[in-house]
């Protein structure tokens, strides 16, 4: 069954159906692309041939991609073609329309230079796409967007470019629909949004059964894929899992990180970050009320697998093997899944749901969605606010709670009372989202529960 994606794949079929138009799709592993490009290949009617390149010579890669043209039968007969100009003058020469779609395009480049394949498929479909649409697919994220640059032979040739993300958190929950908003949050905070992964879940399964099953199991893809999606395309893997270990379940400055990994002052990390960046791993943030302080920019870990990855198992793989999945989930996880990594997590899906209203119409005015940075020298206090929207001078703060109970009204009373004492903020709007609703309302703020996040 084919989940989500409903804007992509309408994106993508409507291209399908326009000869002489190419296609960019791009995105980290296991994020969905070749599914999403076979569905829509099963809803047009020209003859698809779809080839996934290989870690060869550019001669290697067109002779496999003839193969392909013989088991789809367009080829008649063995032949031999020396560029792939040939190849698409072969298609350009018959009366059937085409979708031809090339993916894992950056190994082409393996054997050859970058900027000779861009000019070849530059030539493609500048004079060989009569009846055809071009779809040029791959996961090495900077490669492809690289193809978007204005320095690039393939500059502009593109009439449709989607980057597929990671399904969020209210799609992502189409894989465990029987659970409550509270057990939707700690599954969208273990295991994220990549659809690989989401699809190795069982619904009828608790959260710990299915960590147990899947990413504490050697042998489950979902534990193949978070220690193994750093070596398919970082050749520098080890530093980038030091890095990742650092971060872990938290931010940290440029500056603590130089220090917990006894990093010089080299320039090295700063390019491993942006690598990691570049394979959207690790972002940078900042307080939307000091966006330009280099002291109030952090680096984390933006991928919920791989977080809960490095924070539970990378550093205890010995703990694994010695004790068990079982026993390790009830003494290295349990403890503080619920009361520290998932609220972590928590304060991200509430900004992703004051997102979602903003996109929706359904909250005029505001600027801005994200951390609050304050400083309180008179009380010698210092901080962020997780959740702050900002509508022109004035700023609507939010505390987000992970109770496993209704937050109270003293609870409620606490939280509003440390915001008020702030000096200097302009607090236009005052509210809070507890996963599991409130005991109490009273006038006066905003209430969001964990049912409301996951209304339409």
Do not use: W
Not at 21 to 28: E, F, M, Q, T
Not at 173 to 202: C, M, N
Not at 243 to 268: M, Q
């Amino acid at each position: 069954m084919f989940i989500g994606r409903t804007e992509e794949l309408s994106q993508l079929c409507a291209a399908m159906k326009r000869s002489g138009c190419a296609v960019l799709i791009y995105g980290k592993r296991r994020v969905g692309k070749t599914r999403l490009i076979r569905e829509a290949l099963t809803r047009q009617e020209k003859t698809a041939l779809y080839y996934e390149c290989i870690r060869g010579t550019v001669k290697e890669n067109i002779d496999a991609f003839v193969k392909v043209l013989l088991e789809e039968r367009v080829l008649p007969f063995t032949s031999s073609f020396d560029t792939f100009q040939d190849v698409f003058a072969f298609l350009n020469s018959l009366s059937r329309e085409f979708v031809v779609v090339i993916d894992e395009y950056p190994y082409l480049s393996t054997f050859a230079e970058t900027k000779a394949i861009d000019s070849v498929f530059q030539n493609i479909i500048d004079t060989r796409l009569a009846n055809i649409c071009l779809v040029l697919s791959g996961s090495q994220i900077s490669v492809m967007k690289s193809l978007l640059e204005e320095k690039d032979a393939l500059y502009g040739r593109f009439g449709q470019v989607i980057h597929l993300k990671e399904f969020n958190y209210r799609d992502a929950a189409a894989f465990y629909p029987s659970r409550t908003p509270y057990e939707k949050i700690a599954f969208y905070s273990v295991f994220g949004g990549s659809p690989s992964v989401l699809q190795e879940l069982r619904d009828e399964e608790t959260l710990s059964q299915n960590i147990i099953r899947t990413i504490l199991t050697t042998s489950n893809p979902v534990n193949l894929y978070a220690s193994n999606i750093l070596l398919s395309d970082y050749s520098n893997a080890v530093n980038a899992e030091r890095i990742l270990a650092a971060l872990a379940n938290g931010k940290k400055k440029y500056s603590e990180l130089e220090s917990r990994l006894y990093a010089s002052s080299t320039g090295n990390l700063a390019k491993q970050l942006k690598s990691l960046g570049a394979m959207e791993l690790v972002c940078q943030t900042a307080p939307i009320n000091r966006p330009d302080d280099a002291k109030k920019k952090h680096y984390e870990i933006n991928d919920n697998l791989m977080r809960f990855y490095y924070t539970y198992v990378y550093p205890n793989k010995s703990a694994l093997q010695m004790i068990g999945e079982t026993a390790f989930f009830e003494q290295i996880i349990f403890p503080t899944l619920l009361t520290d990594f998932v609220p972590r997590r928590f304060e991200e899906i509430c900004r992703s749901f004051f997102s979602h209203l903003a996109k929706n119409g359904k909250l005029p005015g505001i600027t801005n969605i994200g951390t609050y940075y304050y400083d309180d020298p008179a009380r010698h206090r210092n901080g962020e606010f997780d959740v702050a929207l900002a509508f022109g001078d004035e700023y609507a703060i939010y505390e987000s709670k992970y109770y496993r109970a209704p937050m109270t009204l003293d609870e409620i009373h606490k939280e509003a009372g440390q915001v008020r004492e702030i000096h200097g903020l302009k607090v236009g709007r005052l509210g809070f989202i507890a996963a599991n609703g409130f005991s109490e309302k009273e006038a006066g703020y905003d209430y969001y529960s964990g049912e409301d996040l996951y209304r339409a």
